[in-house]
Nanobody, 122 residues
C-alpha cells in the first residue's frame, strides 16, 4: 500500500494550497482517508478526514470553514483545499487510511503515507 502526498510548499499567511494524496494497493472505495499534521516539536494533530462514500467529512475545529477535504474514487485520490493559512499551521501534512470512520488517533490508522511540508510565512 502506498499513500503518496503532494502539493506542499511555501505560501504566505492568508494564502491557499491544495494537497493531494494518491493511494495504491488498497480497495480505495472501502477506506476512509484523512490528513494529520505535525509541527516541529509537537505531536501529530488531526486535520480532516472523509468517509469512503465521500458523503461525510470530519474536521478539526481549528480548520473548519477554511479547509475542505474531498475524494475522487475514480482516481484513488483525496484532496485537501487549505485556505486562509496561518503561520502556526506550518507542519508536515501526512495522509492516512483507515477501514473505519471517524479518524481520531494517528497511531490507530491502517496505513500511513509520507508527509508533504507546508510552510506558511508571516
Amino acid at each position: 500500500v502506498q499513500l503518496q502526498a503532494s502539493g506542499g510548499g511555501l505560501v504566505q499567511a492568508g494564502g491557499s494550497l491544495r494537497l493531494s494524496c494518491a493511494a495504491s494497493g488498497l480497495p480505495f472505495s472501502r477506506y476512509a482517508l484523512g490528513w494529520f499534521r505535525q509541527a516541529p516539536g509537537k505531536a501529530q494533530e488531526f486535520v480532516a478526514a472523509i468517509h469512503w462514500s465521500g458523503g461525510t467529512s470530519q474536521y478539526a475545529d481549528s480548520v473548519r470553514g477554511r479547509f475542505a477535504i474531498s475524494r475522487d474514487n475514480a482516481k484513488n485520490t483525496i484532496y485537501l483545499q487549505m485556505n486562509s493559512l496561518k503561520p502556526e499551521e506550518t507542519a508536515v501534512y501526512s495522509c492516512v487510511a483507515r477501514s473505519d470512520f471517524p479518524l481520531v488517533n494517528y497511531y490507530d490508522m491502517d496505513y500511513w503515507g509520507q508527509g508533504t511540508l507546508v510552510t506558511v510565512s508571516s
